[in-house]
């Protein structure tokens, strides 16, 4: 038997990277899986033998470090959230729900501003999405790069960020996912598509998951999308962990399991009073922690 990596998942069959070297091995994986009701994914780590036709068999997969189900990932360690200057604009919203998945699967998140070709030169302060999320997303902590594919600066930046990491990518559709891949890592041609003017949205381009190799080490994942975006998993009282700068500051609440929404001498309540939390990121917080309470009443 060899080992190996899982790098596609397509129609029922798994394409496996030997460990030494080679072209992926098409493989199908073993029915005792079926039985156990799990299945390999992508990014998963597996021993597998070949079969004197050249089909492989995936025969065991190894102990997992993380798992997503939409997309479904294995083994990730990065989330590279990437968003745009417009079309789509910037949604702080959609970003804060993707960092708290990230957060909760225990991912490294890096956020990428894309289309920085687009934006108005006279927008300054809140007017100019780069600066904004820098402002926010730094002091929260996050790494905060920008770039433009089609004057291609910034892509070194975010070449060096991915090196030697698994990273799955996320973000709203027609923010330049598949473009920044192709701009990122040398020969990759992958799909891209249009934003919509009549939708304000992009079409969708990748169709499965697929494990890209990154010239400098490690493997970034083209999946078709974050399609579950709900708390699911997530109770009220883990969800401030999933905010970094609140876990930092939550020593400092007077109760114990604070949730930051109406108790007295809450130290996070009082760093978004003051300024040293974003005030959209208190405002998601809660909009998030409601948002949870209510489907834990509604079952």
């Given amino acids: 038997m ?15 990277l030997p460990d030494g070297g080679g072209e992926p091995v098409q493989c199908r994986a073993r029915g005792v899986f079926k039985k156990r009701g799990t299945t390999p994914l992508v990014g998963d780590r597996v021993r597998f033998s070949v079969t004197p036709s050249g089909e492989g068999t995936v025969d065991e997969v190894f102990p997992r470090t993380t798992e ?26 959609l970003m804060d729900r993707f960092l708290v998945h990230a957060e909760h699967a225990g991912l490294e998140a890096i956020v990428v501003i894309t289309k920085e070709d687009l934006l108005d030169p006279a927008a300054d ?6 600066e904004q999320a820098k402002a926010i997303y730094g002091a929260a902590g996050y790494t905060v790069l920008s770039c433009s594919v089609k004057k291609g600066t910034g892509l070194d930046e975010v070449r060096r960020a991915l090196a030697g990491r698994l990273t799955v990518i996320a973000g709203q559709s ?27 949205r992009g079409r969708h381009t990748t169709r499965h998951v697929e494990l890209i190799a990154h010239p400098d080490g490690g493997f970034v994942a083209d999946t078709p999308g974050f399609s579950q975006l709900d708390f699911a998993g997530i109770e009220a009282g883990g969800l401030s962990a999933c905010f ?18 109406n108790e007295p001498s809450c130290a996070v309540m009082e760093a978004a009073e003051d300024g040293r939390v974003a005030e959209s990121r208190y405002r998601h917080y809660l909009q998030f922690l409601a948002e949870i309470q209510q489907t834990k009443r509604r079952y």
């Fill in 2 to 16: 060899q080992t190996g990596l899982i790098v596609k998942a397509l129609s029922g069959y798994y394409y496996v």
């Fill in 68 to 93: 997503l189900v939409r997309p479904p990932v294995a083994n990730a360690d990065t989330m590279l959230l990437v968003s745009s200057v417009v079309k789509p604009d910037l949604s702080l919203l």
């Fill in 174 to 200: 027609g923010v330049g996912k598949s473009s920044l891949l192709n701009g990122v890592i040398p020969g990759v041609s992958l799909m891209t598509g249009e934003v919509s003017d009549k939708l304000g």
């Fill in 125 to 130: 302060g809140e007017h100019n999405p780069v």
């Fill in 244 to 261: 970094p700068e609140f876990a930092a500051l939550a020593d400092g609440c007077k109760f114990r399991g604070c949730l930051h929404q």
